[in-house]
């Protein structure tokens, strides 16, 4: 099983970035794929999920309107569109796989029941 992040880097405030998650090694339609991020010191933050089940998207009030989740499965990847992006959103980004019979049951945002995750990218917004 592997997840694998890219498309970060660094771009000024206002700015705009497309991170991808490439799949492979499991059965997808079992699986919702989560959006997090995590900055030194701090809790890892949820931000979004698609459920390859359902194609139902989630997101967190801190990203709502800015971020858009979208997946193509049929190329095994689920994208994040981040749109006018502030300083603040600087962080390590991760996608990760959480089995869809557990999102009824304890919701998209509890990062403890993510099975798998990928390794991280950095993204760096400049004032």
């Known amino acids: 099983v592997q997840l694998v992040e890219s498309g970060g880097g660094l771009v000024q405030a206002g700015g705009s970035l497309r991170l991808s998650c490439a799949l492979s090694g499991f059965t997808l339609g079992d699986y919702a794929i989560g959006w997090f991020r995590q900055g030194s010191g701090k809790e890892r933050e949820a931000l979004s999920c698609v459920d390859s089940s359902t194609s139902r998207t989630y997101y967190s009030d801190s990203v709502k309107g800015r971020f858009t989740v979208s997946s193509d499965f049929a190329k095994s990847v689920v994208y994040l569109q981040m749109n006018s992006l502030k300083p603040e959103d600087t962080d390590v980004y991760y996608c990760?796989?959480?089995?869809?019979?557990?999102?009824?049951?304890?919701?998209?945002?509890?990062?403890?029941?993510?099975?798998?995750w990928g390794q991280g990218t950095q993204v760096t917004v400049s004032s």
């Open positions: 990760a796989a959480v089995r869809t019979t557990y999102l009824s049951s304890f919701g998209w945002m509890a990062r403890l029941w993510y099975d798998y």
